[in-house]
């Protein structure tokens, strides 16, 4: 009998706050999310593999002894990242037919090039009998996408998307990796996914040239600053004190990046408190600086942000991925969901002639097989 496959399961994410921070050594507040990306899986022994997407038109097959650049492999660069940085940690693959689908907008900011590579990273473990850590898949996923695919993005989404846990965020400290679940009250808080309609492909540069931006900052301070690593490590003060020495640019990228870090550490408290409101206003503080000093927010972004605070029930709201397009993340009390839901998508509707996708969101779960119910 053929072999039907295998399926398997890695969640979405939704970052509560800590706006471009991982990839400064900060410490993020993710939540993953109950949408994903399923991998129906086989593996063949004639080290050739197929790859198809429910989501892309072409189907992208090659041998695994000639792996395709990032180029050619199209969409299909997460998986043959996968594939290569196996190869080059030494292990020899048999051959795989991968068919991804899933209900994670590409591009939106929720994360499913992580889900992709998570998912791919669990079935490949799965499939060849490895053992295979949660912890592991991400930090595989985390080298395939930066060493591979060329995204210079943190550790944040493949921890986050490998890591989830129902009920609670992660706490995740992004320079030495350790975390902890952070219990959310979760009978006052509701996550609604506010999407502006507009996709960004960060193959395509501008997470890039953030980053670069701000490793600039960082560089002109550690040159003042011996043993300095991270932007994570400067205090607000300490860089206002050396304003001077950075161009405008500079100060304003690493402006956001240690107010951010001391909004995600006073954000940790008033969760353990359960005081959703001034988290909110963290939400709020976090977006304008997303917008203002890091400027990768865009204008159907902020109207969504502006329209979500406008509902009495919305503690708080702010992009959430890279920004650049893609979707905002709103807190809102459960039982206002659907009246938040529909005030907002006229409010878009009215201004940009569009509906945007407004959708509640549930907590996801740590990656795995999916078996029949
Ligand atoms: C993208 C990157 C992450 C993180 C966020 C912004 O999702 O992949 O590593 O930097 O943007 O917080």
Known sequence: MADSGRCFFASGRVNLLGAHIDYHGGCVLPVAVDRGIVVLARRRDDRRFRLASAQFPDVIAGELDALPDRAAAGWAAYPVGIFALLASEGRRLPGFDLVFAGDLPVGAGLSSSAALLVATATAVAALTDSEQSPIDAARLAFRAETGFVGVRCGIMDPFASALGRPGHALWLDC???????????????????????????????????????????????????????????????????????????????????????????????????????????????????????????????????????????????????????????????????????????????????????????????????????
């Open 175 to 373: 320079k030495d990796q350790s975390h902890d679940w952070l219990p959310l009250p979760v009978d006052r808080m509701a996550f609604v996914m506010l999407d502006s309609m507009t996709r960004r492909d960060l193959k395509q540069g501008g997470l890039n040239r953030r980053v670069e931006e701000s490793l600039g900052a960082l560089a002109v301070l550690q040159r003042e600053l011996p043993g300095l690593t991270c932007l994570r490590d400067v205090a607000p003060e300490e860089l206002d004190r050396r304003r001077d020495r950075l161009s405008p640019l500079q100060f304003q990228r690493a402006r956001h990046v240690v107010t951010e870090v001391a909004r995600v550490g006073r954000a940790r408290e008033l969760l353990r408190r359960g005081e959703l409101l001034e988290f909110g206003q963290l939400m709020w503080a976090s977006h304008l600086s997303s917008r203002h000093l890091y400027e990768v927010s865009t204008p159907r972004l902020d109207a969504l942000q502006e329209l979500a605070l406008g509902h009495p029930a919305c503690y708080g709201a702010r992009l959430t991925g890279a920004g650049f397009g893609g979707c905002a993340l709103a807190v809102v009390r459960p039982a206002a969901v659907e009246a938040f839901a529909e005030q907002v998508a006229a409010g878009f509707a009215d201004r940009f002639g569009e509906r945007p996708a407004v959708h509640a969101l549930g907590f996801g779960q740590a990656p795995g097989e999916v078996h029949d119910a």
